[in-house]
């Protein structure tokens, strides 16, 4: 009798996984599960707040081994640190006594990660692979996060170690490639992999639906921000447009993050009529997202290519149209071009945001709704993903091997 094939090891390195809510939780765990029938896959992965502690477990074929890192609330920039420094710590300690991967490949949550992967690879003499969900520190440097230039040349210079270690670093828009590519990562080595969405899981649903009676939005006009509060959402100018609205229109502001605060204190000072609501589990969002006539998917300017809200999958799987506020060149931008399925505006001009909600109300919005639907479908899908992820790691591995 046969022995079975032994399949091969692929360590993944991130904080978030589910049950954790975060965009890459939900991409990496989809990712992981579609790739169990041909690796042996290990996630270490950070402690979610409310879940499970620090331990091993099998989820869908997955081995996750959490650190016992701290999982503070967000709102603070100290407490995040923490979670961060802690996470790295304790993920770096138990990479390396891990069982000798044929694969390490890990993402930018926290953002120096990559660094703490690089060193697992060359502890276990592996191949990297660097998955770029956003460029750091060039983000926080458009943001305005980073005022002392030591500490921003230190951090740029650890954010290079996993650029320069991986075999291959995979952008996930062609505006991020090329900004990776300026940083010095030759073309041969980098790929492009844009994020995705179950089209399954997430369908159209009517406009007027049981979340919309709940929270009494059935007869408003209704524009919607679902996910992260954040600082890249350029989500100070929604609420301003909010203002300038007034009762033309209902903002809805679903989800959380460290501006939620900030955000509700200004609506509270410019009377804008915003409504803040918290996270929708999972189960909801076909009909949380579908209670929108329009979605607003804001960056700010500078993130252009740094960062790609890839919310706005789940938006268009839903078949509702958006309105962008953010620079031409961003992926974003572009998508809802090739699609047709919405407005673009810059960013930072509450008077242009508000302007074209009064736009999207004259429009064929349902027309709208089904462009988007279809382009995502058609482009936006998780099997093309999982399959070019399949023949990376494939051909990353077979690479290692010959050498």
């Not at 790295?88 to 926290?110: I, W």
């Not at 100070?236 to 229109?249: D, H, Y």
């Not at 399949?390 to 010959?402: D, H, I």
Request: aromatic share 4%.
């Amino acid at each position: 009798m046969r022995a079975p094939v032994e399949r091969p090891r692929l360590l993944v390195v991130n904080q978030y996984y589910r049950p954790g809510i975060e965009a890459t939780a939900r991409v990496l765990t989809e990712l992981c599960e579609a790739l169990a029938d041909e690796w042996e896959i290990t996630v270490v992965a950070g402690t979610v707040a409310g879940a499970a502690g620090a331990g091993r477990e099998r989820r869908n074929g997955v081995h996750v081994r959490r650190v016992a890192s701290t999982a503070f609330a967000r709102r603070r920039r100290s407490l995040r640190a923490l979670n961060y420094l802690s996470y790295l710590l304790l993920a770096l300690a138990a990479g390396v006594r891990e069982r000798r991967p044929d694969v390490v490949l890990a993402m930018t949550d926290p953002p120096l990660v990559g660094a703490v992967a690089a060193a697992v690879a060359r502890r276990h003499r592996a191949p990297l692979v660097a998955v770029s969900q956003d460029v750091f520190p060039e983000v926080a440097e458009a943001l305005g996060q980073l005022a002392r230039p030591a500490v921003a040349a230190l951090l740029r210079r650890l954010a290079a170690v996993p650029l320069r270690r991986a075999e291959r670093v995979v952008a996930i828009g062609e505006t991020m490639r090329a900004r990776l590519e300026m940083k010095g990562v030759p073309a041969a080595r980098l790929a492009v992999i844009p994020n995705w969405v179950d089209t399954g899981a997430l369908r159209p649903a009517p406009r007027r639906n049981a979340w919309a009676r709940e929270h009494g939005l059935e007869d408003a006009f209704v524009v919607m921000h679902s996910g992260n509060l954040g600082y890249a959402q350029d989500l100070e100018t929604l609420v301003r447009a909010a203002a300038l609205l007034g009762e033309e229109a209902r903002v809805v502001v679903v989800g959380g993050g460290a501006r939620r605060a900030d955000l509700a204190a200004l609506a509270r000072r410019e009377r804008a009529p915003v409504r803040f609501l918290p996270y929708q589990p999972t189960g909801a969002l076909p009909l949380s997202l579908s209670a929108a006539d329009v979605h607003a998917v804001g960056l700010a300017r500078g993130l252009a290519g740094l960062v790609v809200p890839s919310r706005i999958y789940g938006i268009l799987a839903v078949g509702r149209p958006v309105v962008v506020h953010a620079e031409e060149e961003s992926e974003t931008a572009q998508l809802v071009r090739q699609a047709g399925c919405g407005l673009v505006v810059p960013p930072g001009e509450p008077e242009a945001l508000a302007a074209a909600v009064r736009e999207a109300r004259t429009l064929d919005l349902d027309e709208l709704g089904r462009r988007a639907r279809e382009w995502v479908v058609a482009h936006g899908g998780r099997d093309a993903a999982v399959a070019r992820y399949r023949a990376l790691l494939a051909e990353v591995r077979s690479a290692a091997g010959a050498r």
